[in-house]
């Protein structure tokens, strides 16, 4: 079954003004990058868009600013769905279905507490989907505060009523990876892997595609992963030996990191990131960074890819 999402995301993340406003210049050129670059859709408000630390109204905004830049080229999703309170939740998924997302994502660990059971998580989720049954719903199994994954009857259950079209799967285990796809074959439900070290055999598992933070660094080198692992497998497993290294990045200041990274190559934009300290990125990190670089274009000339 061909499925309408698929291909490489980026997990975008949310620029800002020197005084701590999003800087929507930045956010449309990011876009543009995206799109350059071979993305095929955007998840727009995210942890790595640190929609934990935006108001109500900056995270509609940011979905609404992406969609229009988008204008159609290609897809957008957005979550945003960080309340406590369950009503609360229900009231921002709502709102974010009338920015002209192609779908809202839900956050597992939204649905229940870290010491509440599958009961509670699913008597929410499906009130959610009984409150909103025009809602198109992806969801992420996102690892903040705590990472809570969706159980095996949960998924297959919501694959084969169409209750999810997307699921960001953050288990980084193949045994799951390799079980979930037998759960939702020939259903409409899109498996995206955000962990970088399991990309490679997921996809030739079975997986549609990545959605990951590394994409806001070198989101075409996946994209020329994703287009040729089957055509070329030697070549896609030693990109995929680099891409799995460069992840490291993820525990490197981020997404300090990604912002110092495009401001210096593709997108001008501040490090101003209200869920880090950007002095935590110091010279020794803005070094690796320089070396990262140096390696992503060593692999663009070597794949015929431009800078």
């Known amino acids: 079954m061909s499925k309408i999402y698929n291909g490489c995301w980026p997990t975008m993340i ?36 640190e929609m934990f630390y935006l108001s109500e109204q900056e995270k509609l905004d940011l979905a609404k600013a ?5 204008a159609g080229r290609i897809k957008v999703i957005a979550s945003g769905h960080t309340a406590d309170d369950h009503n609360k939740q229900i009231e921002e998924l ?4 009338e920015t002209g997302v ?6 597992s660990n939204r649905f229940a507490k870290k010491d509440e059971g599958e009961d509670v998580f699913r008597k ?26 969706l159980t095996d009857d949960f998924l297959q259950d919501c694959a084969k009523t169409g209750k999810l079209v997307f699921l960001k799967d953050v288990s980084c285990a193949r045994e799951i990876q390799k079980r979930r796809i037998k759960l939702v074959e020939g259903t409409n439900l899109s498996l995206f892997n955000a962990n970088t070290a399991t990309l490679l055999d997921s996809l ?18 996946y994209v020329w992963l994703y287009n040729n692992f089957k055509k070329d497998p ?16 993820e ?7 990604a912002k110092w990274h495009q401001n210096e190559y593709d997108v001008p934009m501040t490090l101003v990131t209200r869920s880090k300290d950007p002095a935590l990125l110091n010279e020794n990190g803005r070094i690796e960074l320089e070396c990262l670089h140096r390696m992503e274009s060593a692999w663009r000339k070597r794949l015929g890819l431009p800078e």
Not at 125 to 144: I, K, S
């Open 94 to 97: 709502g709102k974010m279905s």
């Open 102 to 107: 192609d779908a809202v994502v839900l956050v």
């Open 234 to 249: 030697k070549t896609a497993r030693e990109l995929m030996d680099f891409l799995t290294l460069c992840g490291v990045i």
């Open 124 to 149: 929410n989720a499906d009130d959610v989907f009984r409150q909103l049954p025009n809602v198109t719903f992806g969801l992420y199994e996102c690892p903040a505060p705590y990472l809570r994954l």
């Open 14 to 49: 949310t620029p800002f003004t020197t005084d701590n406003k999003i800087d929507y210049e930045a956010v449309k050129g990011l876009v543009e990058w995206y799109i350059k670059k071979g993305s095929t859709g955007i998840f727009a408000v995210c942890q790595s868009s």
């Open 204 to 221: 030739i598992d079975g997986y549609d595609g990545y959605n990951g933070v590394m994409a806001n660094c070198h989101i075409d080198l």
């Open 66 to 70: 992406v969609v229009e830049q988008a």
């Open 251 to 257: 525990a490197r200041c981020y997404p300090v990191s």
